[in-house]
């Protein structure tokens, strides 16, 4: 997990840097990371510049009111779901008038959920222009490690998308 953090924390500071570079913010809307990935930004200093804010949207009815996740999307296919991560980072970015939303959601343990095996999480990054990113995740560890794992990876696929903005 040292691996993990390390590189979350790499991954931060670029992402900070890229979005300061470019004058562009970023909210965060998160599940089973549960605020852990709002707390790696925030660590960075000078994060104020770029990052508005977050939303912990653990219950999965919140998804549906602070978001803006569709609730027959919701129902049919639980909240572990690609489509359910898309909508909570293009939700969050609207939400908090953000330039670039990211979001995550899975399981991260003891049980399964939503007929999900522990370890399935869905990240995204929705930017500018209605592009979205999402990634399929199957981690191995505790819960510890499997909402590390996903915070990192969430942090990645950002910092994937704000290099390819800028090429």
């Known amino acids: 997990m040292a691996a993990s953090a390390a590189s979350a924390a790499a991954s931060a500071v670029e992402a900070l840097g890229l979005l300061e570079g470019r004058g562009a913010t970023l909210a965060v809307a998160e599940s089973l990371t549960g605020g852990l ?3 790696e930004l925030t660590g960075v200093p000078g994060a104020s ?11 999965t ?14 129902a049919e296919r639980g909240a572990v779901d690609a489509q359910v991560a898309r909508e909570m980072a293009e939700g969050v970015r609207r939400r908090l008038g953000a330039d670039w939303g990211a979001a995550t959601t899975g399981v991260a343990g ?6 999900q ?5 869905f990240v995204a990054v929705a930017g500018p222009g209605g592009a979205c990113e999402v ?33």
């Open 117 to 121: 095996p522990v370890g399935t999480v």
């Open 110 to 115: 003891p049980e399964p959920q939503d007929g």
């Open 49 to 59: 510049r770029s990052f508005r804010g977050s939303v912990t949207a653990y219950a």
């Open 135 to 167: 990634t399929a995740l199957r981690l191995a560890g505790d819960r510890a490690a499997i909402r590390g794992a996903s915070v990192a990876a969430v942090l990645d696929l950002l910092v994937g998308q704000l290099r390819k903005v800028s090429e």
């Open 37 to 39: 990935l709002a707390a």
């Open 61 to 74: 009815v919140l998804k549906q009111e602070l978001l803006g996740v569709d609730g027959a999307l919701l």
